[in-house]
Each structure stands twice: as structure tokens, then as C-alpha cells.
């Protein structure tokens, strides 16, 4: 077998090279990814090149020697760099394989008809050396794109941390560079979300993937919409995972639909117009998820929604003087009489200062809980017929919650000595 391509290897090299120009030509015709990226001399010599390894290959095969594989490996490292697709470059690969079995039998056939017979072992080592050549192409194209993709990540997840940390100044070079690299326009309405520990996550592992930017929904850091429309770009850090959320013209509570399906603790900033102010919105809507009780199960707070409880959520040393010198003797109480009062108040202020809905929710009688008010406006120094004493008690109890969801196992607060009564 050997002996035979010897014999016609100038004849071989000759009906090589015109393959290479027909297979180059029927190339860029047929597949505008390659006609995007290479000139036709290129392409050509590329393809006469590996139509000759091809050969070479089978020599060596013939010989039971092993297939060089290196310049393999290098194309495809060096198209999937390029962005070539790799249906394309296999599809280049295979066709020339067809391509030089064809020139090789026309050769055999020009030289010595009556060789074609011994040539057909040789089939068997050509498709097996087309085999390895191939395969070394796609796992070079294939680790060269799963590293590129991997840089990627690293590279959206630095530029989005440089829009939610606040890099510089919000109209500031580095923002406005990272917004126009993650395809953020200058201007236009933009949300950020806070998921809260133990939520189970956008992307179903960012980043967050985890650890990563997701430009994606729900489902995981691409760029297809989210189930509600809205474009997110997710990033998962160790402190916890965020969103980034294009609203276009849809409203902030369809950002309620995006978190439906997470089962998820989340809070939301307002709308910001410009990514410079992203970094702003991530602060307000970690401080709307502070809202929302750990303990409560799936919510999504819209920190527009829950103002005064993020009041107080912002102001850790106010809110514990708050709920000491408005609800102090309250929480002096042995623990089931203070648990029946601060019930009765927040069921109370649930239904809009309505005793007789209060008495429903609460599966006792209205008197019941008229008792219970008087009792605790007694203990308090506040009258709940007073709007300015209503406030304090309805600021002072989220205080209690709040507390009560960061400290689960704390014991309750010291006794504290009775308030002074203001007013009726």
C-alpha cells in the first residue's frame, strides 16, 4: 500500500492542490461564516494544508505509526477564538476527507487500474485517520470555547459588580463603559433585586453559575428574556445574589412575576433611570428584603411598598431605642402576655385599626380585643385614637419583628421602666 502512494505521489500532490482550490471556492460559496472570516487565499492554503496531513496521516497509519494531531488541535483552538461555528469547520473537515479518497482512487486508477483492489485496506485507515483528525479539531474548538466563555463570565461578572458596587462616580467613565459592554442603554428604567439567604435562586445553582453574572431569567447568568419579558442579568457572590433588571415599558410589580416561580425571600429597589444610580438601588433593595421576616416564607417586597418598616430597618441603634421607650413595659411583660398584646396590635394595624377585624383574625370577641388595646395603651403612654402616637406603635412594633427575625434565639429585651403618658 505504501509502495502504491509512492508511485503516485507527484500525481496525488497535483490533484490535491486543485481539490484544495475547489473545496476552498464551494466553501465560501456555500457557508457565509467562512466567507465573514477568511480571504480566499487563505482559506485555501489552510485547506490544501490539511488535505496533505490528511495524507500524511494515512502514511503513517499504513505503518501502524500514530496520527500527528497537534496542527489539529491548533486550528481548532485558533477558529474557536475566531468565532468560526463549529458545524462549519467539521463540515470543511469531513469534506475533505471525501475529497481525498476521491483524488486518491482517481490517482491509483490513472497510474495502475489494476492497483484499485490493493487500495481498499487503505479506506479503513484513511476514515479512521479523518476520525482522529476531526475529533482533535472539535475538543481543541471545544476547551478553547468552554475557557472563552469562562473569561467571559469573569469579565461580565466584573463589570456588573462595577454597576451594583459603584466603581466611581454614577456619570463617571467606568460605569458608563461597563453599561455599554453588558448592552445597558444610557438611559432607561432599571430595577435591582435581592434575593435573601437560603432562596433558591435565578439560575438554579451566577455569577452568579453560580458565582457569576447570568444575563439571563430565571432559569440561569444568556441573554433570553425572563418569563415576564423583562431582561435580567444575574450575579451570584457570596454575600448573597442579585439582579439586575431592564424594565423597558413594563411596570416594577411585573418584577413579582420574575420571582414567582423561585419560591423566593427578594427584596426590590424603586425604578432608576441611568446605571450610575444602580448602585443605590442595590443598597435600597437589600434594605426592602430587610423587611420581610425570615421566618415568613416566599415574599417579594417592593421597598416603595414598605417605607416606614424600612425606616426603621435602616436605623439598627433608632429602631432599638424605639422599641424600648414606646413598647418597653410592653416587652417587660412575662412572654405569653407579651406575645398576646404585640398580636393583637399588629393584627390591629393589619386591618387598618378595625377592632371588629381584628376579632375575626384573631378568633376572639371584639371585646377581647378592645381590652387588649386599652391594656396596652395603658402599659405604652399612647392613645391609639392619636394618629402621631398610632405611628410611633405601628414603627416601634416592625422594630420588634425586625428584631425578632435577625435575633430568633435572643432572649426578650430587659424590663424598662414605664413611659411617661402623652397626651389623652
Known amino acids: 500500500m505504501e509502495r502504491i502512494i509512492e508511485e503516485i505521489r507527484e500525481d496525488l500532490?497535483?490533484?490535491?492542490?486543485?481539490?484544495?482550490?475547489?473545496l476552498a471556492d464551494r466553501t465560501l460559496a456555500e457557508d457565509p461564516a467562512y466567507a465573514?472570516?477568511?480571504?480566499?487565499?487563505?482559506?485555501?492554503e489552510r485547506i490544501h494544508h490539511n488535505l496533505r496531513q490528511s495524507v500524511e496521516g494515512l502514511v503513517l497509519g499504513v505503518r501502524g505509526l500514530p496520527v500527528e494531531l497537534a496542527d489539529a488541535r491548533a486550528t481548532g483552538t485558533v477558529r474557536a477564538e475566531q468565532g468560526l461555528p463549529l458545524a462549519s469547520l467539521l463540515r470543511t473537515y469531513r469534506r475533505g476527507g471525501r475529497l481525498v479518497w476521491q483524488?486518491?482512487?482517481?490517482a491509483v486508477a490513472a497510474h495502475d487500474p489494476e492497483a484499485l483492489p490493493r487500495l481498499l485496506p487503505a479506506a479503513a485507515v484513511l476514515w479512521d485517520v479523518l476520525d482522529q483528525l476531526t475529533d482533535a479539531v472539535a475538543d481543541a474548538y471545544r476547551r478553547t470555547e468552554a475557557a472563552r466563555s469562562d473569561r467571559d463570565r469573569e469579565r461580565r461578572a466584573a463589570l456588573l459588580d462595577a454597576l451594583l458596587d459603584g466603581a466611581g462616580p454614577p456619570d463617571g467613565p467606568a460605569v458608563s463603559e461597563a453599561a455599554a459592554q453588558l448592552g445597558l442603554p444610557e438611559r432607561g428604567r432599571f430595577a435591582v433585586v435581592?434575593?435573601?439567604s437560603g432562596s433558591s435562586g435565578s439560575s438554579g445553582s451566577s455569577g452568579?453559575?453560580?458565582g457569576s453574572a447570568d444575563p439571563g431569567g430565571p432559569g440561569r447568568p444568556g441573554t433570553e428574556p425572563a418569563p415576564?419579558?423583562?431582561?435580567?442579568l444575574w450575579r451570584i457572590r457570596a454575600d448573597g445574589e442579585t439582579g439586575l433588571v431592564e424594565l423597558g415599558h413594563h411596570p416594577l410589580d411585573s418584577v413579582r412575576e420574575l420571582l414567582g416561580p423561585l419560591g423566593a425571600r427578594a427584596g426590590v429597589s424603586p425604578v432608576v433611570e441611568t446605571p450610575g444610580h444602580l448602585a443605590r438601588a442595590r443598597w435600597l433593595a437589600a434594605l426592602a428584603l430587610r423587611t420581610?421576616?425570615?421566618s415568613g416564607g416566599p415574599c417579594t417586597a417592593l421597598l416603595d411598598e414598605r417605607l416606614p418598616t424600612a425606616l426603621v430597618a435602616s436605623?439598627?441603634?433608632?429602631?432599638?431605642r424605639l422599641r424600648q421607650v414606646v413598647l418597653g413595659p410592653v416587652l417587660a411583660l412575662p412572654a405569653e402576655d407579651r406575645r398576646v398584646l404585640l398580636n393583637t396590635l399588629g393584627t390591629w394595624l393589619t386591618c387598618q385599626g378595625s377592632t371588629t377585624y381584628a376579632a375575626q383574625r384573631l378568633y376572639c370577641h371584639r371585646n377581647t380585643v378592645s381590652n387588649r388595646l386599652r391594656r396596652l395603651e395603658q402599659l405604652t403612654g399612647r392613645t391609639l385614637s392619636d394618629p402621631a402616637h398610632v405611628v410611633e406603635l405601628a414603627l416601634a412594633h416592625a422594630a420588634v419583628l425586625q428584631r425578632a427575625a435577625g435575633e430568633p434565639a435572643a432572649a426578650g429585651p430587659k424590663p424598662a421602666g414605664r413611659a411617661p403618658r402623652r397626651g389623652g
Open 208 to 210: 452568579g453559575s453560580r
Open 228 to 232: 415576564s419579558g423583562l431582561r435580567v
Open 194 to 196: 435581592v434575593l435573601g
Open 315 to 320: 436605623q439598627a441603634e433608632l429602631a432599638g
Open 292 to 294: 420581610v421576616p425570615a
Open 13 to 22: 500532490s497535483r490533484r490535491i492542490a486543485a481539490t484544495a482550490d475547489r
Open 36 to 44: 465573514a472570516l477568511l480571504g480566499r487565499a487563505e482559506l485555501r
Open 103 to 106: 483524488a486518491l482512487t482517481e
